[in-house]
């Protein structure tokens, strides 16, 4: 189900909810509720009881539990019966997810990505699967294979002799800081198994994120917000733009983008209309005078 902000979708979900509210207290339903938003089920936890699921893992956790019920059932009643009539020991099974994107698409943990999205012995093509059965010492995929004999990531300096200094708006701070305390809670769920990198994004267990997940955020932002497809490096080409528009000296632009020469800077910094504009205004002024 789909639909814009206030809509009415939640509307659906509950009045759905209550409608089986009658059989799920007569043991003839059930009601499963994985709610990775944290926003619309969270004020049925009551309801749900054992059978709700905040964090992403307790989400695939719970939506593989339905799975394993559905595959149970159905291998019972293979050329037995088609229709199934609830019972006390075989109950309607309702799974309510709020919302799915938070689980694929914009879920950032790519082992639980995987979990979700694949089937043991994944033989889907175009992309490259852990579940996938790998061939003895395994490299081709060594990022991703838990039964990995090398590869991974290796962590290296930027390009560049001097260490660069980012410069912070205080807006950008704040959340920064905000995401350093849920950070730092995870570090502290994690325990023994937390990788220090000392990584600014890292996964819940500290480690680097997979290449692309960047890449795969930038976009849905990008859809969220309708603006025009581009690339996460076109943002560099935006700030420094934004800059040089504020009157920034390209000086300045050069050491906030960490250039080592300025002709870099000045590729990526478009000359905007309004820039234009005024450049052909003082050049009027200076010709002919105030008109």
Request: net charge positive; hydrophobic share 40%; aromatic share 6%.
């Amino acid at each position: 189900m789909a639909g814009a902000t206030g809509a009415g979708k939640g509307s659906v979900i509950w009045s759905t909810i209550r409608g089986l509210l009658p059989a799920a207290r007569a043991g003839l339903a059930e009601i499963w509720a994985l709610d990775p938003k944290l926003m619309e089920l969270s004020f049925g936890r009551g309801l749900f009881g054992d059978r709700y699921a905040a964090t992403p893992e307790g989400c695939v956790a719970l939506l593989e539990a339905a799975v394993k019920v559905m595959q149970e059932r159905a291998a019972r009643f293979a050329g037995v019966r088609r229709n199934h009539t609830p019972t006390s020991e075989d109950p309607f099974v309702l799974v309510v997810v709020d919302e799915v994107a938070f689980l694929t698409a914009y879920q950032p943990d790519k082992v639980l990505r995987v979990r979700i999205g694949c089937k043991e012995d994944c033989k889907k093509q175009g992309h490259t699967c852990f579940k996938r059965t790998c061939l003895k010492d395994c490299t081709s995929h060594a990022d991703r294979c838990p039964k990995r004999t090398g590869g991974g990531i290796v962590f290296r300096q930027r390009k560049g002799k001097s260490k660069l200094t980012l410069q912070c708006p205080p807006e950008l701070l704040a959340l920064l800081k905000a995401h350093r305390k849920i950070q730092a809670a995870e570090r502290l769920k994690a325990g023994d198994r937390w990788e220090d990198h000392d990584l600014v994004f890292a996964t819940r267990h500290g480690g680097p994120i997979e290449r692309t997940e960047d890449w795969k955020v930038w976009k849905a932002i990008l859809k969220q917000a309708r603006v025009r497809d581009v690339r996460v490096h076109d943002a560099r080409h935006t700030a420094a733009t934004l800059l040089i528009e504020q009157g920034v000296n390209i000086r300045v632009v050069q050491e906030v983008l960490g250039h080592t020469r300025v002709t870099t800077t000045e590729r990526y910094a478009h000359v905007s209309t309004p820039l234009m504009r005024d450049a052909g205004e003082r050049l009027a002024s200076a010709l002919w005078g105030e008109s």
